[in-house]
């Protein structure tokens, strides 16, 4: 007969089967990673990483510079970074430091110009025209900040100036006495490259005592300098309506004035009467309020003349916009903060994204495109001092005719960090001519 032995079974504590388990289950996850970190290279791309796209139909590089390629996205509102426009003050007295505002009393009401121009900026308004428009309103993407001279901490930004010549105005002269006299700025101007100079200036008193001419509230802004006129005597003097109400002469009134003008400075054109640019701008007849037709709708476009000035649309802020990138026109006027390298600013194209830059674009901390993303690029794209562009290894990256740079001069950014795996290699395709420059890791 066969007899059958059986080995005796001893019981085994749960708790050591589970700690052998979990050990066991570490190594193996161990090995696993060390097997994956064999499989995936990380490096920076040269040129030799680079597909040459030769029958790609020559890029059009005049699109860098429409207010097309600027225009606001509202699914991607980091494409259109706040801005700080510098801005100062010259309050021009005659030659006894009268008639004008004075140093003693009057720096707090200039602060409070520049808080109330920006409380404007922060206030878009739906446009008024055309009737029952779909105008969209979109954010306003810049502000004022006042700016003295940074190697004089006691610097305010705000001047007092007194010229028996030059204090004054009268806007029907023909001589050099109007409003588009240079001679303040030529004589007065301070970091003419660097910051756009106000002036504060009056109507002649002899003029203003005449009853056929008009002490308004009037401005020129062109260039690197705009002009407000009228402003002291016009808040000296509040109007009194027919009904007994008193019209009192404020900064924010003056505000709106200020940010014409100075829309003038960034790019802006009138828009009632001439062609601007914009489509989205009509023309009118120009009514200063409501009333009668046709002036039963008014304009509040801030570069029109009306009594409001509080809406700009996506094509004036896009123009705008545009001259930021420019080094010739705005762009100097501007803080430089695209130069700190801000990690938390960071942009990431996502996963199954197909995204066209056609403008210019700052970035402020480091630019990831993920698995499966592709961004063109095809104008100039700086990146801040520390920073680099990553493509993830399903990542496809296409520089058409686009300089890749660090517009700063507090050093280089680092390059294009490619991440490939076993099976897959981002893709990197060059069409035109291609600027890779001032990186650490040489293209």
Known sequence: ???????????????????????????????????????????????????????????????????????????????????????????????????????????????????????????????????????????????????????????????????????????????????????????????????INIFIIEHYPDSVASPTYKASSDGVGTGSWAKLVGSYHLWKNPVVMENGDTLKFTTWTLSALMNHELGHCLGLSHSWNVDDGCDDTPKHPGCWNFGAPPCDVCSNNVMDYNAYQMAYTPCQIAKICMGFYNDKTTRKYLVNDWCNYQPEKSMSIASGEQVEWAGSMDIFGDLVVENNATLTIRCTVSMPPGSKITLMPKATLILDGCTLTSRCNNGNWEGIEILSGKKFKPSIITRNKVIVEKANNIW
């Open 1 to 195: 007969m066969l007899k059958l032995k059986f080995r005796k079974l001893y019981k085994v504590p749960f708790t050591i089967l589970f700690q052998g388990n979990v050990l066991f289950l570490i190594i193996f996850l161990l090995q696993i990673t060390k097997v994956s970190a064999q499989k995936s290279t990380t490096r920076f791309a040269t040129r030799a990483d680079a597909t040459v796209d030769t029958a790609a139909k020559k890029y059009n590089s005049k699109s860098c510079t429409t207010y097309q390629a600027y225009l606001y996205d509202s699914l991607n509102p980091a494409y259109t970074p706040m801005r700080l426009v510098k801005v100062n003050f010259h309050i021009i007295q005659d030659g006894e430091g009268k008639n004008n505002f004075q140093e003693a009393t009057s720096k707090g009401f200039f602060r409070q110009l520049v808080d109330d121009a920006n409380n404007r900026l922060n206030k878009n308004e739906k446009m008024n025209l055309p009737k029952e428009n779909s105008t969209e309103v979109v954010p306003i993407p810049f502000r004022y900040v006042l700016a003295g001279d940074p190697a004089n901490p006691n610097d305010d930004g705000i001047y007092y100036h007194r010229n028996d010549s030059l204090f004054a105005m009268n806007k029907k002269s023909k001589k050099k006495d109007n409003v588009f006299d240079r001679r303040q700025y030529e004589l007065y101007g301070t970091q003419k490259d660097k910051v």
